[in-house]
């Protein structure tokens, strides 16, 4: 007796998969990187803007107190000069954590007093941003570097000295060189954090992508164990995962009817040779 089978049609193409080479655990580990690698960029980004933010208000309020103690001492004490040159000369260097240069001109520009030693340090006048008008809202300045490395956060803002309504110009520069290294050290330590989280990610990704394929290859031993002498063998769902569950029953089944058809020919051919 001669069995004939006959295709239907010739058998579609598959189309390859550039990742076709890939085993399940490499692109689960791959995937689960990727995303820790964008979880973590995104916490730490907002560590950073966080640590940013605090330490630019905390400058630009440190700015904002002393330009109005300046306006208030001009405006209110025109004639007491010892008053303001005390700000200006003294309190500028007495603070040991907080520590700037202030400047006072008239408005032709002539310098009337400043922080000792401010000309040395502040080479350029260029370096301040246009003063703010006296109604102007007091903002963030602009950072400046010194040729020593120091860094600046320099403004300048107008004020009126008393009824005569004659005009002052402040020039603050305050020192933010150790917030601006904080910075640059956190910057460091962030990336070093991620080059680390990434790296651990990818061995616990591996980790956790071969603990759940280990049923799977249970599953695959099951099936090696199986021959065409050896039908009765059953893969029999036991605690697999739900998706495997469904899997070992189908594949169960199907050799429940192979077995069953091999019975059936084994009992025909010897009918059929009689």
Known sequence: ????????????????????????????????????????????????WEVSTDLHDQEDQTVVDEITTLRVIISEHPNEEEQLKVEVEVESTAR??????????????????ETPGMSGVITSPTVFPPPLKVSDYLRHGTKWQAADGRTYLCTAARAKRGSGQRIRVIQLALEVTQQEEMLSRYRQWLAVVLGLGVIVSAAVGSGIAWRGLRPLEAITEAAQRITA??????????????ELTTLATEIDTMLARLEDTFNRLSQFSPDFAH
């Not at 893969?235 to 697999?240: D, Q, T, Y």
């Open 1 to 48: 007796m001669r069995l004939n089978f006959q295709a239907n049609g010739p058998a579609p193409k598959v189309k390859a998969d550039p990742a076709g080479t890939w085993s399940i655990s490499k692109r689960l580990t791959v995937l689960y990187t990727l995303s820790a690698f964008a979880v973590l960029s995104l916490a730490l980004a907002f560590l950073y």
């Open 229 to 242: 002498t050896q039908l009765n063998e059953r893969i029999s769902p036991r605690a697999w995962p739900e």
């Open 96 to 113: 040991p954590f907080t520590k700037y240069y202030a400047r006072i001109l008239d408005e032709a520009g002539k310098v009337l007093m």
